[in-house]
């Protein structure tokens, strides 16, 4: 299969210095395997409630400005609502997706009648109430049948880059980050049976990267670190459509004046791309994130190209 990276930014702000880091990260990842390998954008709208008008455009055009041009025309997920219908409608077949008519209360409630304060990251474990039906409420959402697919789910496909030594436990779902290294996560437990849409409206994140990556033959994901977590999800996912898994490279975040992850709440600001100066300096603050040396080129497309041999020396060492 043709190598094929992309990055896949929400149209939620406008860029900022963290997701530079993961656009030009897998820029470089791309480039580094050879003229024969393609870097995709697609434009992450499928959760439309938090979407701004025009804001693809104007990151498409900051990427430009960076000397980041996509190898084909830009997708929107918002034009492929058709296949994540498909890919329900596959899983509600099999008996692998389910209503659930539960509001965040009743989940609340569920739980404590568990004795269970089950959260992660400020997110409930949702405590599978509706697994046996909706007893007469409303749908509000679809949601994955972790544990059923868990519990019956074929033996571990054979990943190239996976370390053959070390065999995934049953209760778990293990994969190897190309920086990270290997990652478990037990997902009926600390996950869930998650959502796979809310009711007819917006297309749940895991669903959506799952069929547009298959569906666009993207072999290698490099994205930042915050997204790990949902990556066990994903590898859930592919395997209960028959979906072939990529490889993983999640890159280190940058941090706000406060130390978390840089977002809208504590200054991340959008990069300035007015100038070529203003733009080879956002790039190499990025670079600089990333491990790479400082840019002793005066354009970004030179920039680009001193950095490509020493990603391939950092980062694309699997066989
Ligand atoms: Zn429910």
């Given at each position: 299969?043709?190598?094929?990276?992309?990055?896949?930014?929400s149209p939620t702000g406008p860029?900022?210095?963290?997701s530079l880091v993961a656009a030009l990260a897998s820029w470089l990842d791309v480039?580094?395997?050879?003229?024969q390998a393609r870097w995709l954008i697609r434009i992450e709208d499928a959760d439309t409630e938090r979407c701004l008008p025009g804001m693809g455009e104007h990151i498409l055009r900051q990427l430009a400005d960076c000397g980041l041009l996509p190898d084909e025309a830009p997708v929107w997920q918002t034009q492929r609502t058709a296949r994540y219908k498909v890919a329900l409608a596959k899983l509600q077949a099999r008996g692998l997706a389910y209503p659930c008519g539960c509001s965040r209360k009743d989940i609340d409630r569920a739980l404590a009648r568990l004795g269970q304060r089950h959260e992660r990251h400020g997110e409930r474990v949702y405590p599978g109430t509706c697994?046996?039906?909706?007893?007469?409420?409303?749908?509000?959402?679809?949601?994955?049948?972790?544990?059923?697919f868990e519990s019956d789910r074929p033996p571990t496909p054979p990943v190239p880059w996976q370390d053959a030594t070390a065999p995934e436990p049953a209760s778990e779902l293990c994969w190897t980050d190309r920086r990270l290294g290997r990652q478990c996560q037990n997902v009926s437990r600390e996950v869930g049976d998650f959502v796979l849409r809310r009711a007819d409206g917006p297309w749940a994140y895991q669903l959506a990267v799952v069929v547009d990556d298959a569906e666009q033959g993207v072999?290698?994901?490099v994205r930042g670190e915050d997204l790990a977590d949902?990556?066990?999800r994903q590898i859930l996912l592919q395997r209960a459509l028959g979906l072939s898994t990529p490889s993983y490279l999640?890159?280190?975040?940058?941090?706000g004046a406060d130390g978390d992850k840089l977002s809208k709440q504590n200054g991340a600001t959008s990069i300035d791309t007015a100038t070529p100066e203003a733009a080879l300096a956002a790039l190499d603050a990025a670079a600089r994130v990333l491990g790479l040396h400082a840019a002793t080129a005066t354009s970004c497309a030179a920039a680009?190209?001193?950095?490509?041999p020493e990603w391939r020396a950092l980062y694309n060492s699997r066989p």
């Open positions: 299969m043709r190598e094929t990276g992309r990055f896949a930014p860029l900022h210095a963290g480039r580094a395997r050879g003229p697994r046996d039906g909706l007893h007469g409420k409303p749908a509000r959402a679809w949601r994955f049948a972790t544990e059923k072999t290698d994901v949902n990556t066990a999640h890159t280190p975040l940058v941090r680009l190209a001193g950095w490509v």
